[in-house]
Nanobody, 127 residues
């Protein structure tokens, strides 16, 4: 089992920045990748970005490419999401997710590919 706890959400004006953090605990040695998803009001949960636990390569959704950055600290078992140039449409509950098992060559962007989830943290961007 892997437990995930997000922190850092809040209210920010459009054009501003906000950072989220995800603390992993438990069987963290089994993690191969971590990702951020978000779910806006009345919308499906969507992929934001992912990072490979070994190597640290990243992939982002087109909607956040160039504005959001994912990083990880393996020693602390944390993953961060730095969000810049925020837009009202970025308003959502942001979830951290972990995929366990063997590392893969590609990236997984589907919700069903991830095994463990945090409780989510609200990000609200005002216009």
């Amino acid at each position: 089992q892997v437990q995930l706890v997000e922190s850092g959400g809040g209210l920010v004006q459009a054009g501003g920045s906000l950072g989220l953090s995800c603390q992993a605990s438990g069987r963290t040695f089994s993690i191969s990748a971590m990702a951020w998803f978000r779910q806006g009001p009345g919308k499906e949960r969507e992929f934001v970005g992912a990072i490979k636990w070994i190597g640290g390569s990243t992939r982002y959704a087109d909607s956040v490419q160039g504005r959001f950055t994912i990083s990880r600290d393996n020693a602390k078992n944390t993953v961060a999401l730095q969000m810049n140039s925020l837009k009202p449409e970025d308003t959502a509950v942001y979830y951290c997710a972990a995929k366990v098992g063997p590392a893969s060559y590609g990236f997984y962007t589907g919700r069903d590919s991830y095994d463990f989830w945090g409780q989510g943290t609200q990000v609200t961007v005002s216009s």
